[in-house]
């Protein structure tokens, strides 16, 4: 079975069909650095035993993924907080969420409204 042809990088190296090229993952993760070091820690964003305690309770009644039914093991805010600690802890913006449809889904939804 013949696959596709490979393909010229930015930089000029040839990239077989399915790959990235070196230098575009390298720059991914540096760009992911700087946003990194920018970024607040967990805990002065709300993240902290409290929520914890309030997240197990919240998937102990809500153990099932919102989106695709399987086992939840995150609790995610509808309406993203930006460290409003009202939206944070109002229980009516969670949502039970397994990490896969967290980690695409749900990306996918806020890369979209945030277009808007």
């Not at 540096?30 to 967990?42: E, G, L, Q």
């Not at 802890?89 to 397994?98: R, V």
Request: aromatic share 8%; with cysteine; net charge positive.
């Amino acid at each position: 079975m013949p696959s596709r042809a490979p393909r010229l990088c930015d930089c000029g190296l040839t990239v077989p069909f399915g790959e990235r090229c070196g230098c575009k993952a390298a720059g991914d993760a540096d760009r992911k650095a700087r946003h990194d070091r920018k970024r607040p820690s967990s805990s002065q964003r709300g993240y902290t035993g409290a929520w914890d305690k309030a997240k197990k309770g919240f998937l102990d009644r809500h153990p099932w993924c919102r989106f695709c039914g399987k086992a939840a093991t995150l609790v995610d805010h509808i309406k993203p907080h930006k460290r409003d600690p009202v939206l944070f802890w109002d229980k009516s913006n969670w949502q039970p969420l397994c990490i896969t449809c967290h980690s695409s889904s749900k990306q996918m939804i806020e890369r979209r409204e945030s277009k808007r």
